[in-house]
């Protein structure tokens, strides 16, 4: 275990950057101070969607760690140093407006925790606000940060997904059927060796042993810098159990995860396991408290006949690329 390290980005020293770009497993993000206007981000991701789409597959998006009442817009107390620049609000409607206007719509949308910055009931609640009410479907999950389960029940937990009961013994997990794939998202926050959450997991993966089940999980599983995971004390707590029980079922090629705030890609046996980085602070760089435009990603995962076909980076404001197959 790394010695746990003070991260703060503006003081990163060269060196650092250095060593964060040497051990980054996955592609990384460039800052850039004037993204594109919108409609030519609109325009670009559209053309990738329409010469990579083959017909009859579909795609969903996935985004992170919106932090809404974190940085400017909120809590100057911060839960988290790290957030207390910047302004969560219009970077998360930025890409909620982008994903509005994709075209074709994704068969889903996905949001991977962290949707709050402390926690606390007007944070969810205003993220509950800022969330589309039409398009396609949206499915949220619980990060680290939303560490009040009783109140993340309170603002999500009439969505038609959610079984309270379920919640009430094992978390803020559930199980949709999407693009024929078996979507399990589960909480990361309550994930322990042995406990309900894992034993509901094998449940949901032997029954669908004959299909293709792709996994939403708020916490990354494996190790992906150095750096990040000294500051954060990761990666997930009880991830070899969760590892192992997905490594078992071979239905599971796909585990997609926020958390970091970097965009990674990394192979575990026959498991893929992405995380990407947050619309609020983008830590692929260090140069995360930069005014303005940095980081604003979303996955766009393609399926056909169940199977995963591609993923792609689309970097709101810039390109869209291919990062599996690798380009
Ligand atoms: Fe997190």
């Known amino acids: 275990m790394p010695e746990r390290v003070v991260l703060d980005p503006v003081s990163l020293a060269p060196d650092d950057l250095v060593q964060r770009q040497r051990f980054s ?7 850039r101070a ?12 559209n053309s990738y969607l329409a010469a990579h789409l083959a017909s009859g597959s579909g795609y969903f998006v996935q985004i992170s760690d919106p932090h809404i009442g974190g940085g400017v817009d909120g809590s100057p107390a911060g839960f988290d140093a790290l957030f207390r620049r910047g302004t969560p609000v219009p970077r998360f409607q930025r890409v ?10 994704p068969a889903f949308v996905v949001i991977t925790g962290d949707l709050s910055d ?15 009410t039409s398009g396609p479907p949206l499915y949220l999950l619980r990060g680290n940060h939303d560490v009040d389960l009783g109140a993340f029940m309170d603002v999500f937990g009439a969505l038609p997904y959610v079984d309270a009961g379920r919640v009430a013994q094992a978390g803020f997990c559930y199980a949709f059927d999407a693009l024929g794939v078996h979507c399990i998202a589960l909480d990361s926050e309550t994930i322990a060796p042995g406990g309900p959450e894992l034993r509901w997991l094998e449940e949901e993966l032997a ?12 916490r990354h599983l494996v190790a992906v810098d150095p750096l990040i995971e000294a500051y954060l004390d990761l990666p997930q707590p009880h991830a070899d159990s969760l590892l192992s029980l997905l490594g078992a079922h071979n239905c599971v090629r796909w585990v997609f995860s926020g958390h ?7 192979e575990r046996g026959a498991l893929h396991l992405a995380t990407i980085t947050s619309t609020f602070y983008d ?4 140069r995360t408290v930069a005014p303005g435009y940095a980081g604003l990603f979303a996955h766009l995962v393609c399926v056909d006949h169940g199977q995963v076909q591609w993923v792609a980076l689309k970097e709101f404001g810039g390109s869209t690329r291919a990062i599996w197959p690798a380009a």
């Open 207 to 218: 029954g669908h042993a004959d299909g293709s089940c792709v996994v939403f999980n708020h």
């Open 34 to 45: 004037d993204p594109a206007p919108e409609a030519e981000s609109i325009a670009e991701v």
């Open 260 to 266: 970091i705030h970097v965009n990674s890609l990394a």
């Open 96 to 105: 909620l407006r982008e994903i509005q206007a994709l075209s074709p719509q």
């Open 283 to 286: 830590l692929n760089d260090g």
């Open 25 to 31: 497993s996955g592609p990384s993000s460039t800052l």
């Open 118 to 132: 402390t926690g606390r009931r007007e944070e969810l609640e205003r993220c509950r606000d800022l969330l589309p």
